[in-house]
């Protein structure tokens, strides 16, 4: 179960990457804040990661709140976004992912 958690949080850095491209392609450098998702999502990622090789209290519950804070930002876009999903397949996915991290944040 260890490498699944460990790979649903290299899925969240990964998306967090694709969310720096898209908004590159989209903005370019004319606005750094709205790269700030990005970070988010990455930092979650890893957080995940480390949670999932060595858990705490404390590393468990940052992890939740991180990864509940992308969940919420996810569905907001993928909701925003569900006329064009099959053009935009990260923002489901990454819905996905956060669910399947916060699982793993409580569970486990």
């Known amino acids: 179960m260890k490498v699944i958690d460990q790979l649903f949080g290299w899925v969240l850095v990964a998306l967090g990457v694709v969310w720096f491209a898209?908004?590159?392609r989209a903005h370019g450098f004319s606005s750094f804040s709205v790269y700030s998702p990005?970070?988010?999502?990455?930092?979650?990622g890893l957080v995940n990661v480390s949670r999932a090789s060595t858990s705490n209290g404390l590393l468990r519950f940052t992890?939740?709140?991180?990864?509940?804070y992308v969940l919420v930002m996810a569905?907001?876009?993928?909701?925003?976004?569900?006329?064009v999903l099959r053009q935009n397949?990260?923002?489901?996915?990454?819905?996905?992912?956060s669910v399947i991290e916060?699982?793993?944040?409580?569970w486990g």
């Not at 992890?63 to 509940?68: E, I």
């Not at 569905?75 to 006329?83: H, V």
């Not at 397949?89 to 992912?97: E, F, K, N, T």
């Open 22 to 24: 898209f908004t590159f």
């Open 38 to 44: 990005g970070v988010l999502i990455i930092i979650a």
């Open 63 to 68: 992890a939740a709140f991180a990864t509940s």
């Open 75 to 83: 569905a907001m876009n993928a909701f925003t976004l569900r006329a």
């Open 89 to 97: 397949p990260q923002a489901p996915i990454l819905v996905i992912a």
């Open 102 to 106: 916060i699982i793993f944040c409580i």
